[in-house]
Protein backbone atom coordinates (compact mmCIF):
# COMPACT_ATOMS: atom_id res chain seq x y z
CA UNK A 1 0.00 0.00 0.00
CA UNK A 2 1.55 3.28 -1.12
CA UNK A 3 1.44 6.69 1.05
CA UNK A 4 -0.31 9.73 -0.27
CA UNK A 5 2.28 11.77 -0.26
CA UNK A 6 0.27 15.12 0.07
CA UNK A 7 -1.78 15.29 3.15
CA UNK A 8 -5.05 17.94 3.94
CA UNK A 9 -6.49 17.48 7.17
CA UNK A 10 -7.35 19.18 10.53
CA UNK A 11 -5.43 19.16 13.42
CA UNK A 12 -5.86 17.28 16.85
CA UNK A 13 -3.76 18.69 19.61
CA UNK A 14 -2.22 16.63 22.67
CA UNK A 15 1.07 17.87 24.91
CA UNK A 16 3.97 16.58 25.89
CA UNK A 17 4.86 12.37 26.96
CA UNK A 18 1.59 10.93 25.18
CA UNK A 19 2.30 7.91 26.09
CA UNK A 20 1.42 3.89 24.06
CA UNK A 21 -0.62 3.40 27.36
CA UNK A 22 -2.58 6.40 26.43
CA UNK A 23 -3.12 5.79 22.89
CA UNK A 24 -4.07 2.49 23.29
CA UNK A 25 -4.48 1.07 27.20
CA UNK A 26 -3.42 -2.76 27.75
CA UNK A 27 -7.23 -3.81 28.31
CA UNK A 28 -7.53 -3.68 24.66
CA UNK A 29 -4.68 -5.57 23.89
CA UNK A 30 -5.75 -9.12 23.78
CA UNK A 31 -6.33 -8.93 20.17
CA UNK A 32 -4.10 -7.64 17.38
CA UNK A 33 -7.48 -6.60 15.40
CA UNK A 34 -6.75 -2.59 13.92
CA UNK A 35 -10.50 -2.36 13.65
CA UNK A 36 -11.15 -3.15 17.33
CA UNK A 37 -7.58 -1.10 18.36
CA UNK A 38 -9.07 2.09 16.48
CA UNK A 39 -12.43 2.02 18.21
CA UNK A 40 -10.05 2.61 21.07
CA UNK A 41 -7.74 4.75 19.67
CA UNK A 42 -6.08 7.74 22.22
CA UNK A 43 -9.24 6.56 24.76
CA UNK A 44 -6.11 7.15 27.78
CA UNK A 45 -6.07 10.66 26.97
CA UNK A 46 -9.55 11.77 25.29
CA UNK A 47 -12.10 9.60 25.77
CA UNK A 48 -14.23 11.15 23.10
CA UNK A 49 -11.20 11.38 20.65
CA UNK A 50 -12.69 8.43 17.89
CA UNK A 51 -16.09 10.38 18.31
CA UNK A 52 -15.01 13.26 16.93
CA UNK A 53 -13.17 11.77 13.83
CA UNK A 54 -16.37 10.07 13.17
CA UNK A 55 -18.16 13.35 12.26
CA UNK A 56 -18.54 13.61 8.80
CA UNK A 57 -15.01 15.72 7.73
CA UNK A 58 -14.07 16.42 4.04
CA UNK A 59 -10.66 16.70 5.05
CA UNK A 60 -8.58 14.68 6.96
CA UNK A 61 -7.47 13.94 10.52
CA UNK A 62 -4.20 14.95 11.91
CA UNK A 63 -2.80 14.38 15.59
CA UNK A 64 -0.17 17.14 16.46
CA UNK A 65 1.43 16.26 19.64
CA UNK A 66 4.38 17.99 21.75
CA UNK A 67 7.46 15.55 22.70
CA UNK A 68 7.83 12.41 23.18
CA UNK A 69 4.74 11.16 21.70
CA UNK A 70 4.49 7.16 22.11
CA UNK A 71 6.51 7.04 25.12
CA UNK A 72 6.99 3.47 26.97
CA UNK A 73 5.11 0.16 25.82
CA UNK A 74 6.60 -1.26 22.08
CA UNK A 75 3.46 -2.24 21.66
CA UNK A 76 2.95 -1.65 17.81
CA UNK A 77 -0.98 -1.70 18.69
CA UNK A 78 -0.49 2.10 19.47
CA UNK A 79 0.33 3.14 15.99
CA UNK A 80 -1.80 0.52 14.13
CA UNK A 81 -4.86 1.91 16.03
CA UNK A 82 -3.93 5.02 14.94
CA UNK A 83 -3.66 4.39 11.28
CA UNK A 84 -7.16 2.69 11.27
CA UNK A 85 -8.93 5.03 13.21
CA UNK A 86 -8.27 7.24 9.68
CA UNK A 87 -5.45 9.46 11.44
CA UNK A 88 -3.56 10.20 7.94
CA UNK A 89 -0.30 11.96 9.62
CA UNK A 90 1.19 12.16 13.26
CA UNK A 91 3.45 15.56 13.76
CA UNK A 92 5.04 15.86 16.96
CA UNK A 93 7.92 17.96 18.27
CA UNK A 94 9.97 14.27 18.73
CA UNK A 95 8.73 10.66 19.08
CA UNK A 96 9.87 8.22 21.42
CA UNK A 97 12.74 5.45 19.83
CA UNK A 98 9.97 2.27 19.33
CA UNK A 99 7.09 4.47 18.12
CA UNK A 100 9.13 5.77 15.49
CA UNK A 101 10.57 2.68 14.00
CA UNK A 102 7.36 1.19 14.48
CA UNK A 103 5.27 3.92 11.88
CA UNK A 104 7.82 3.60 9.59
CA UNK A 105 7.89 0.00 9.38
CA UNK A 106 3.77 -0.28 9.46
CA UNK A 107 3.59 2.78 7.18
CA UNK A 108 2.26 5.56 9.17
CA UNK A 109 3.08 9.48 8.15
CA UNK A 110 4.97 10.86 10.84
CA UNK A 111 7.15 14.00 10.74
CA UNK A 112 9.12 15.80 13.06
CA UNK A 113 8.72 20.01 13.53
CA UNK A 114 9.19 21.54 16.64
CA UNK A 115 7.55 24.66 15.65
CA UNK A 116 4.52 22.70 13.50
CA UNK A 117 4.01 21.42 16.84
CA UNK A 118 4.03 24.59 18.96
CA UNK A 119 2.00 26.24 16.45
CA UNK A 120 -0.19 24.42 15.02
CA UNK A 121 -3.64 24.28 17.69
CA UNK A 122 -6.75 21.89 17.42
CA UNK A 123 -9.02 22.42 14.62
CA UNK A 124 -6.42 24.06 12.70
CA UNK A 125 -6.68 22.78 8.83
CA UNK A 126 -3.31 21.44 7.32
CA UNK A 127 -1.42 20.85 4.15
CA UNK A 128 1.21 18.29 4.84
CA UNK A 129 3.60 17.73 1.95
CA UNK A 130 5.93 14.27 3.28
CA UNK A 131 8.16 14.06 0.54
CA UNK A 132 9.19 17.34 0.83
CA UNK A 133 8.36 17.42 4.23
CA UNK A 134 6.58 21.10 4.19
CA UNK A 135 3.90 21.96 6.45
CA UNK A 136 1.56 24.85 5.24
CA UNK A 137 -1.32 25.52 7.82
CA UNK A 138 -4.27 27.18 5.85
CA UNK A 139 -5.91 28.59 9.00
CA UNK A 140 -3.22 30.73 10.13
CA UNK A 141 -1.12 30.58 6.62
CA UNK A 142 2.16 29.62 8.14
CA UNK A 143 4.61 27.35 7.15
CA UNK A 144 6.83 25.28 8.98
CA UNK A 145 9.59 22.82 7.67
CA UNK A 146 9.90 19.14 9.11
CA UNK A 147 12.80 17.12 9.55
CA UNK A 148 13.63 15.04 6.36
CA UNK A 149 13.55 11.67 6.68
CA UNK A 150 17.33 9.94 6.47
CA UNK A 151 17.99 8.12 3.15
CA UNK A 152 17.66 4.51 4.27
CA UNK A 153 14.32 5.35 6.14
CA UNK A 154 13.04 6.85 2.81
CA UNK A 155 13.97 3.49 1.46
CA UNK A 156 11.61 1.55 3.76
CA UNK A 157 8.49 4.07 3.71
CA UNK A 158 8.40 4.10 -0.04
CA UNK A 159 8.67 -0.08 -0.67
CA UNK A 160 5.28 0.90 1.77
CA UNK A 161 6.79 -0.82 4.80
CA UNK A 162 9.41 -2.81 6.46
CA UNK A 163 7.64 -6.17 5.40
CA UNK A 164 7.30 -5.11 1.61
CA UNK A 165 11.20 -3.68 2.07
CA UNK A 166 11.78 -7.18 2.88
CA UNK A 167 10.27 -9.17 0.25
CA UNK A 168 11.35 -6.49 -2.06
CA UNK A 169 14.94 -7.67 -0.87
CA UNK A 170 14.65 -10.91 -1.15
CA UNK A 171 13.47 -10.54 -4.99
CA UNK A 172 16.61 -9.27 -5.70
CA UNK B 1 38.76 6.86 17.10
CA UNK B 2 37.97 4.61 19.61
CA UNK B 3 34.39 3.02 20.36
CA UNK B 4 31.90 2.54 23.19
CA UNK B 5 30.59 -1.22 24.17
CA UNK B 6 27.52 -0.51 22.43
CA UNK B 7 29.31 0.58 18.90
CA UNK B 8 31.86 -2.30 19.26
CA UNK B 9 28.92 -4.71 19.37
CA UNK B 10 26.79 -3.58 16.51
CA UNK B 11 30.10 -3.15 14.27
CA UNK B 12 30.65 -6.65 14.90
CA UNK B 13 27.03 -7.77 13.83
CA UNK B 14 26.74 -5.99 10.49
CA UNK B 15 30.47 -7.16 9.48
CA UNK B 16 32.13 -3.45 10.22
CA UNK B 17 35.57 -2.56 11.70
CA UNK B 18 34.04 0.31 13.50
CA UNK B 19 30.39 2.03 13.24
CA UNK B 20 29.86 5.71 13.67
CA UNK B 21 27.01 7.36 15.72
CA UNK B 22 23.89 8.20 12.78
CA UNK B 23 25.26 5.60 10.61
CA UNK B 24 22.30 3.32 9.46
CA UNK B 25 23.21 -0.52 9.58
CA UNK B 26 21.51 -3.64 9.12
CA UNK B 27 22.83 -6.10 11.92
CA UNK B 28 22.55 -10.14 12.39
CA UNK B 29 20.70 -10.74 15.99
CA UNK B 30 21.49 -12.91 18.19
CA UNK B 31 18.34 -13.57 19.64
CA UNK B 32 14.69 -12.04 18.91
CA UNK B 33 11.90 -12.12 21.57
CA UNK B 34 8.53 -11.75 21.51
CA UNK B 35 5.51 -12.26 23.78
CA UNK B 36 2.21 -13.06 24.01
CA UNK B 37 0.89 -9.39 23.04
CA UNK B 38 3.59 -8.72 20.22
CA UNK B 39 4.06 -12.14 19.03
CA UNK B 40 0.84 -12.57 17.50
CA UNK B 41 0.84 -9.43 15.46
CA UNK B 42 5.04 -10.70 14.19
CA UNK B 43 3.38 -14.20 13.58
CA UNK B 44 0.50 -12.62 11.45
CA UNK B 45 3.33 -10.63 9.60
CA UNK B 46 6.19 -13.21 8.99
CA UNK B 47 2.88 -15.05 7.48
CA UNK B 48 2.10 -12.37 5.36
CA UNK B 49 5.12 -11.71 3.83
CA UNK B 50 5.34 -15.28 2.76
CA UNK B 51 7.34 -16.99 5.82
CA UNK B 52 7.77 -20.83 6.09
CA UNK B 53 10.97 -21.13 8.31
CA UNK B 54 12.16 -18.81 11.17
CA UNK B 55 15.99 -18.17 10.21
CA UNK B 56 17.23 -20.21 13.43
CA UNK B 57 14.53 -21.78 15.75
CA UNK B 58 17.34 -21.98 18.61
CA UNK B 59 17.03 -18.18 18.29
CA UNK B 60 13.76 -17.22 18.12
CA UNK B 61 12.50 -16.69 21.67
CA UNK B 62 8.66 -16.80 23.02
CA UNK B 63 7.54 -16.60 25.83
CA UNK B 64 3.61 -15.73 26.98
CA UNK B 65 3.82 -13.87 30.44
CA UNK B 66 1.45 -10.67 30.26
CA UNK B 67 -1.66 -12.48 29.95
CA UNK B 68 -0.55 -15.37 31.03
CA UNK B 69 -2.27 -17.32 32.72
CA UNK B 70 -4.71 -16.90 30.53
CA UNK B 71 -6.84 -13.95 31.98
CA UNK B 72 -9.76 -14.30 29.48
CA UNK B 73 -10.87 -16.08 25.69
CA UNK B 74 -9.01 -12.74 23.92
CA UNK B 75 -5.56 -13.61 25.50
CA UNK B 76 -6.04 -17.44 25.78
CA UNK B 77 -6.32 -17.36 21.82
CA UNK B 78 -3.02 -15.04 21.80
CA UNK B 79 -1.04 -17.26 23.91
CA UNK B 80 -2.29 -19.95 21.77
CA UNK B 81 -0.96 -18.68 18.41
CA UNK B 82 2.46 -18.41 19.74
CA UNK B 83 2.29 -22.13 21.37
CA UNK B 84 0.86 -23.38 17.75
CA UNK B 85 3.53 -21.41 15.89
CA UNK B 86 6.73 -22.76 18.40
CA UNK B 87 5.14 -26.29 17.87
CA UNK B 88 5.25 -25.93 14.10
CA UNK B 89 8.89 -24.60 13.99
CA UNK B 90 10.56 -26.07 16.74
CA UNK B 91 11.42 -23.36 18.88
CA UNK B 92 13.74 -24.77 21.19
CA UNK B 93 12.97 -21.54 24.01
CA UNK B 94 9.24 -21.31 24.29
CA UNK B 95 8.40 -21.70 27.72
CA UNK B 96 4.34 -22.63 29.08
CA UNK B 97 2.87 -21.74 32.36
CA UNK B 98 4.58 -23.56 35.04
CA UNK B 99 7.84 -23.27 33.71
CA UNK B 100 7.23 -19.62 31.97
CA UNK B 101 8.46 -16.24 33.66
CA UNK B 102 8.72 -12.94 33.34
CA UNK B 103 10.90 -12.37 30.18
CA UNK B 104 13.24 -9.74 30.95
CA UNK B 105 13.93 -12.13 34.81
CA UNK B 106 13.70 -15.56 32.79
CA UNK B 107 16.25 -15.09 29.69
CA UNK B 108 18.76 -13.87 31.92
CA UNK B 109 18.46 -16.44 34.66
CA UNK B 110 18.08 -19.48 31.94
CA UNK B 111 21.63 -18.54 30.13
CA UNK B 112 19.93 -17.29 26.82
CA UNK B 113 20.79 -13.69 26.62
CA UNK B 114 24.78 -13.33 27.12
CA UNK B 115 27.52 -10.53 27.12
CA UNK B 116 28.32 -9.64 23.31
CA UNK B 117 24.99 -10.56 22.20
CA UNK B 118 23.05 -8.44 20.05
CA UNK B 119 19.12 -8.95 21.45
CA UNK B 120 15.56 -7.50 19.73
CA UNK B 121 12.74 -8.16 21.54
CA UNK B 122 9.40 -6.64 20.73
CA UNK B 123 8.88 -5.43 24.39
CA UNK B 124 10.19 -2.04 25.35
CA UNK B 125 11.83 -3.69 28.55
CA UNK B 126 14.32 -6.24 26.49
CA UNK B 127 17.07 -3.44 27.48
CA UNK B 128 17.53 -5.20 30.11
CA UNK B 129 19.81 -7.67 29.17
CA UNK B 130 22.35 -4.67 29.06
CA UNK B 131 23.35 -5.48 32.10
CA UNK B 132 25.30 -8.61 30.72
CA UNK B 133 27.41 -6.36 28.93
CA UNK B 134 25.18 -7.20 25.56
CA UNK B 135 23.37 -4.15 22.67
CA UNK B 136 19.44 -5.40 23.89
CA UNK B 137 16.55 -2.70 22.58
CA UNK B 138 13.06 -3.01 22.47
CA UNK B 139 11.25 -3.02 18.84
CA UNK B 140 8.14 -3.43 17.61
CA UNK B 141 6.21 -6.54 16.30
CA UNK B 142 7.06 -6.21 12.33
CA UNK B 143 11.01 -5.85 13.51
CA UNK B 144 10.68 -9.03 14.94
CA UNK B 145 8.93 -10.19 12.15
CA UNK B 146 11.37 -8.96 9.64
CA UNK B 147 14.27 -10.63 12.19
CA UNK B 148 12.47 -13.69 12.86
CA UNK B 149 12.41 -13.92 8.78
CA UNK B 150 15.82 -12.57 7.99
CA UNK B 151 17.54 -12.92 11.28
CA UNK B 152 18.67 -8.88 10.93
CA UNK B 153 17.17 -5.86 12.19
CA UNK B 154 18.00 -2.11 11.27
CA UNK B 155 19.72 0.39 13.45
CA UNK B 156 20.54 3.47 13.82
CA UNK B 157 23.99 3.60 15.38
CA UNK B 158 23.07 5.66 19.01
CA UNK B 159 25.12 7.70 20.76
CA UNK B 160 26.06 6.76 24.05
CA UNK B 161 26.05 8.89 27.29
CA UNK B 162 28.34 7.95 30.50
CA UNK B 163 26.81 7.91 33.88
CA UNK B 164 29.09 7.31 36.37
CA UNK B 165 28.31 6.53 40.16
CA UNK B 166 30.47 7.49 42.81
CA UNK B 167 30.53 7.38 46.75
CA UNK B 168 28.61 5.00 48.60
CA UNK B 169 24.85 4.04 48.57
CA UNK B 170 22.88 4.73 51.33
CA UNK B 171 21.04 2.26 53.45
CA UNK B 172 18.17 0.91 51.58
CA UNK B 173 19.01 2.70 48.57
CA UNK B 174 19.45 0.12 45.48
CA UNK B 175 20.04 0.26 41.69
CA UNK B 176 16.16 0.77 41.52
CA UNK B 177 16.92 4.06 43.29
CA UNK B 178 20.06 5.11 41.46
CA UNK B 179 17.78 4.56 38.19
CA UNK B 180 14.74 6.37 39.81
CA UNK B 181 17.15 9.22 40.90
CA UNK B 182 18.87 9.81 37.06
CA UNK B 183 15.41 9.45 35.39
CA UNK B 184 14.35 12.21 37.54
CA UNK B 185 17.63 14.10 36.63
CA UNK B 186 17.30 13.60 32.76
CA UNK B 187 13.59 13.19 32.56
CA UNK B 188 11.70 10.71 30.16
CA UNK B 189 13.47 11.52 27.00
CA UNK B 190 16.58 12.52 28.66
CA UNK B 191 18.01 10.09 26.62
CA UNK B 192 16.27 10.18 23.83
CA UNK B 193 17.61 7.51 20.86
CA UNK B 194 20.89 7.12 22.99
CA UNK B 195 22.31 4.27 25.05
CA UNK B 196 22.96 4.75 28.78
CA UNK B 197 26.29 3.33 29.82
CA UNK B 198 26.54 2.97 33.66
CA UNK B 199 29.42 2.55 35.12
CA UNK B 200 31.59 3.64 38.20
CA UNK B 201 33.01 2.17 41.73
CA UNK B 202 29.08 1.84 43.33
CA UNK B 203 28.07 0.54 39.78
CA UNK B 204 31.37 -2.38 40.37
CA UNK B 205 30.06 -3.18 43.61
CA UNK B 206 26.58 -3.81 42.51
CA UNK B 207 25.30 -7.66 41.79
CA UNK B 208 23.77 -8.59 38.90
CA UNK B 209 19.85 -8.10 40.26
CA UNK B 210 20.62 -4.25 40.92
CA UNK B 211 22.55 -3.87 37.31
CA UNK B 212 19.54 -6.07 35.70
CA UNK B 213 16.71 -3.29 37.37
CA UNK B 214 19.06 -0.20 36.17
CA UNK B 215 19.38 -1.57 32.74
CA UNK B 216 15.78 -2.73 32.88
CA UNK B 217 14.38 1.28 33.16
CA UNK B 218 16.66 3.19 30.72
CA UNK B 219 13.90 3.07 28.38
CA UNK B 220 12.06 5.29 31.14
CA UNK B 221 14.36 7.80 30.02
CA UNK B 222 13.94 7.33 26.68
CA UNK B 223 16.92 5.03 25.54
CA UNK B 224 17.66 2.69 22.88
CA UNK B 225 19.18 0.51 25.55
CA UNK B 226 21.13 0.56 28.86
CA UNK B 227 24.67 -1.37 29.27
CA UNK B 228 27.34 -1.93 31.94
CA UNK B 229 30.15 -3.17 30.98
CA UNK B 230 30.60 -6.74 31.83
CA UNK B 231 33.56 -7.70 34.80
CA UNK B 232 34.13 -10.75 37.50
CA UNK B 233 30.09 -10.45 38.80
CA UNK B 234 29.02 -10.65 35.23
CA UNK B 235 31.55 -13.61 34.52
CA UNK B 236 30.53 -15.56 37.88
CA UNK B 237 26.76 -14.99 37.24
CA UNK B 238 26.75 -16.16 33.43
CA UNK B 239 29.16 -19.02 33.70
CA UNK B 240 26.71 -20.80 35.52
CA UNK B 241 24.29 -20.28 33.24
CA UNK B 242 25.51 -20.01 29.20
CA UNK B 243 23.98 -22.13 26.86
CA UNK B 244 26.62 -21.17 24.16
CA UNK B 245 29.55 -19.29 23.41
CA UNK B 246 29.43 -15.80 24.66
CA UNK B 247 32.09 -12.68 24.22
CA UNK B 248 32.91 -10.29 26.68
CA UNK B 249 33.73 -6.91 24.63
CA UNK B 250 35.15 -3.66 26.28
CA UNK B 251 34.77 0.09 25.06
CA UNK B 252 37.89 1.57 24.12
CA UNK B 253 39.27 3.85 26.59
CA UNK B 254 39.95 6.41 23.62
CA UNK B 255 35.83 5.89 23.18
CA UNK B 256 33.99 9.28 22.55
CA UNK B 257 30.87 9.68 24.47
CA UNK B 258 27.39 11.94 24.01
CA UNK B 259 27.90 13.21 27.36
CA UNK B 260 29.41 12.37 30.32
CA UNK B 261 27.51 12.80 34.24
CA UNK B 262 28.25 12.19 37.47
CA UNK B 263 26.65 10.81 40.85
CA UNK B 264 27.71 11.41 44.30
CA UNK B 265 25.70 8.36 45.70
CA UNK B 266 26.19 9.22 49.14
CA UNK B 267 23.44 12.03 48.55
CA UNK B 268 20.98 9.62 46.78
CA UNK B 269 18.01 8.69 49.39
CA UNK B 270 15.58 5.99 48.84
CA UNK B 271 13.20 7.45 45.64
CA UNK B 272 9.66 7.79 44.91
CA UNK B 273 8.30 8.38 41.90
CA UNK B 274 4.78 10.07 41.96
CA UNK B 275 2.28 9.98 39.14
CA UNK B 276 1.96 10.42 36.37
CA UNK B 277 5.78 10.48 34.91
CA UNK B 278 8.72 7.95 36.44
CA UNK B 279 10.52 11.21 36.35
CA UNK B 280 8.72 12.69 38.91
CA UNK B 281 11.05 11.59 41.66
CA UNK B 282 11.43 12.96 45.36
CA UNK B 283 13.66 11.10 48.02
CA UNK B 284 12.00 9.35 50.72
CA UNK B 285 12.06 11.79 52.93
CA UNK B 286 10.41 14.61 51.24
CA UNK B 287 7.26 12.43 51.01
CA UNK B 288 4.26 13.66 52.95
CA UNK B 289 1.38 11.45 53.23
CA UNK B 290 0.53 9.09 50.55
CA UNK B 291 -1.87 6.84 51.85
CA UNK B 292 -2.36 3.61 49.73
CA UNK B 293 -5.08 0.81 48.67
CA UNK B 294 -2.06 -1.65 46.83
CA UNK B 295 1.38 -2.51 47.02
CA UNK B 296 2.93 -4.62 44.00
CA UNK B 297 6.33 -6.36 44.77
CA UNK B 298 7.34 -7.84 41.21
CA UNK B 299 7.94 -7.20 37.54
CA UNK B 300 10.73 -7.41 35.05
CA UNK B 301 11.92 -4.67 37.28
CA UNK B 302 11.94 -5.85 40.60
CA UNK B 303 10.67 -9.15 40.77
CA UNK B 304 14.50 -11.19 41.59
CA UNK B 305 14.93 -13.23 44.76
CA UNK B 306 16.83 -10.57 45.99
CA UNK B 307 14.18 -7.99 46.27
CA UNK B 308 12.19 -10.46 47.85
CA UNK B 309 14.78 -11.14 50.16
CA UNK B 310 14.75 -7.10 50.98
CA UNK B 311 10.98 -7.68 51.52
CA UNK B 312 10.94 -10.44 53.41
CA UNK B 313 13.30 -8.85 55.59
CA UNK B 314 10.99 -5.79 56.25
CA UNK B 315 7.83 -7.81 56.58
CA UNK B 316 9.36 -10.63 58.89
CA UNK B 317 6.93 -10.57 61.66
CA UNK B 318 4.56 -7.66 60.85
CA UNK B 319 1.54 -7.76 58.73
CA UNK B 320 0.60 -5.43 55.83
CA UNK B 321 -2.22 -2.83 56.88
CA UNK B 322 -5.79 -3.42 57.28
CA UNK B 323 -6.51 -1.10 54.43
CA UNK B 324 -3.87 -2.29 51.92
CA UNK B 325 -3.42 -5.54 49.65
CA UNK B 326 0.24 -6.42 48.91
CA UNK B 327 0.47 -8.60 46.24
CA UNK B 328 3.84 -10.44 45.58
CA UNK B 329 4.74 -11.83 42.23
CA UNK B 330 7.72 -14.01 41.43
CA UNK B 331 9.43 -13.21 38.64
CA UNK B 332 9.91 -17.18 37.68
CA UNK B 333 9.64 -20.37 39.01
CA UNK B 334 13.09 -20.27 40.06
CA UNK B 335 12.66 -17.34 41.75
CA UNK B 336 9.04 -18.55 43.36
CA UNK B 337 10.85 -22.40 44.31
CA UNK B 338 14.07 -20.05 45.64
CA UNK B 339 11.78 -18.15 47.58
CA UNK B 340 9.38 -21.08 48.46
CA UNK B 341 12.66 -22.81 50.33
CA UNK B 342 14.18 -20.00 52.09
CA UNK B 343 10.92 -19.12 53.47
CA UNK B 344 10.17 -15.83 52.12
CA UNK B 345 6.91 -17.02 50.99
CA UNK B 346 6.03 -18.15 54.43
CA UNK B 347 6.57 -14.05 55.81
CA UNK B 348 4.33 -12.63 52.94
CA UNK B 349 1.95 -15.30 53.60
CA UNK B 350 2.00 -14.82 57.10
CA UNK B 351 2.17 -10.86 56.98
CA UNK B 352 -1.60 -10.92 54.96
CA UNK B 353 0.11 -10.63 51.05
CA UNK B 354 -1.16 -12.45 48.31
CA UNK B 355 1.75 -14.88 46.09
CA UNK B 356 0.72 -14.79 42.49
CA UNK B 357 2.18 -16.98 39.90
CA UNK B 358 4.64 -15.23 37.89
CA UNK B 359 3.67 -12.70 35.42
CA UNK B 360 3.69 -9.09 34.01
CA UNK B 361 0.04 -9.13 34.68
CA UNK B 362 -0.70 -5.74 36.84
CA UNK B 363 1.93 -3.79 36.00
CA UNK B 364 0.61 -3.15 32.80
CA UNK B 365 -3.42 -3.17 33.97
CA UNK B 366 -3.54 -6.60 32.78
CA UNK B 367 -4.91 -8.85 35.44
CA UNK B 368 -4.04 -10.01 38.98
CA UNK B 369 -4.09 -6.68 40.49
CA UNK B 370 -6.07 -3.92 38.21
CA UNK B 371 -6.96 -0.49 40.24
CA UNK B 372 -10.28 0.94 40.86
CA UNK B 373 -11.20 4.54 40.36
CA UNK B 374 -8.97 6.55 42.77
CA UNK B 375 -7.18 4.18 44.29
CA UNK B 376 -3.63 4.77 45.22
CA UNK B 377 -1.00 2.04 44.75
CA UNK B 378 2.78 1.94 44.91
CA UNK B 379 4.51 -0.24 42.89
CA UNK B 380 8.00 -1.67 42.28
CA UNK B 381 7.34 -1.97 39.12
CA UNK B 382 8.69 0.52 35.86
CA UNK B 383 5.67 2.93 35.19
CA UNK B 384 3.19 5.47 36.59
CA UNK B 385 1.83 6.71 33.89
CA UNK B 386 -2.01 7.72 34.35
CA UNK B 387 -4.41 4.45 33.07
CA UNK B 388 -1.00 1.97 33.56
CA UNK B 389 -2.70 -0.07 35.98
CA UNK B 390 -6.06 0.32 35.71
CA UNK B 391 -8.83 2.67 35.97
CA UNK B 392 -7.33 6.11 34.13
CA UNK B 393 -7.98 7.79 37.89
CA UNK B 394 -5.86 5.45 39.74
CA UNK B 395 -2.66 6.69 41.09
CA UNK B 396 0.42 4.74 40.95
CA UNK B 397 3.90 5.64 42.62
CA UNK B 398 6.98 3.69 42.17
CA UNK B 399 9.89 2.46 44.52
CA UNK B 400 12.53 -0.32 45.93
CA UNK B 401 11.04 -3.29 46.81
CA UNK B 402 12.14 -2.16 50.87
CA UNK B 403 10.12 0.93 50.78
CA UNK B 404 7.10 -0.76 49.22
CA UNK B 405 7.08 -3.58 51.52
CA UNK B 406 7.50 -0.86 54.55
CA UNK B 407 4.43 0.44 52.89
CA UNK B 408 2.34 -2.25 52.90
CA UNK B 409 2.57 -1.83 56.66
CA UNK B 410 2.22 1.44 57.56
CA UNK B 411 -0.78 1.79 54.40
CA UNK B 412 0.97 4.71 53.52
CA UNK B 413 4.42 5.28 51.89
CA UNK B 414 7.47 5.13 54.08
CA UNK B 415 10.77 3.79 54.34
CA UNK B 416 11.80 1.31 56.54
CA UNK B 417 13.56 3.32 58.94
CA UNK B 418 10.11 4.90 59.96
CA UNK B 419 8.46 1.42 60.79
Redesign the interface.
Known amino acids: MKIKMEIKAKAYKFGN?I?T??II???Y????DAKELAKHCME?VDEEFVGKLDRPSVTGHCIVAG??FG???????A??AIKEAGISCVLAE?F???FY??AI??GLPILESKRASRRIGSGDEILIDLSRGRITNLSKDENYKAQPF????QK?ISAG???NY??EKMKR | MGMVIAEKILARHCGRKGVEPGT?IEAKVDIALGND??A??AI??FR???GSKVFDPDRVVLVPD??APN??I??A??CQILRSFAREQGLSHYYEVGRVGIEHALLPEEGVVLPGDLII????H?CTYGALGAFAC??????L??AM??GKC?F?VPETIKFVYKGKLNKWVSGKDLILYTIGDIG??GA??KVMEFTGPVIRRLGMADRLTMCNMA?EA?A?SGIIEPDAETIEYIEARAERPYEIIHGDRSARYANVTEYDCSKIEPQVAFPP?PSNTRPISRVAEVYIDQVVIGSCTNGRIEDLRISDQVLKGRRVHPRVRLIVIPATQKVYREALSEGLLETFVDAGAVVSAPTCGPC???HMGVLAEGEKALATTN?N????MGH?KAEIYLSNPAIAAASAVAGKIISPESL
Not at chain 1, 29 to 32: D, P, Y
Not at chain 1, 150 to 153: A, K, L, Q, S
Not at chain 2, 121 to 124: E, K, M
Not at chain 2, 385 to 388: I, K, T, V
Open positions: NSDDPARLSTCGKNCGSSREHPLSARIRNNIPEFIIGLMAK | FVTPLEEKAGHFKDESQQGADSTGVGSTDAFLTWRVDLYVEKLLGGRFAGRP
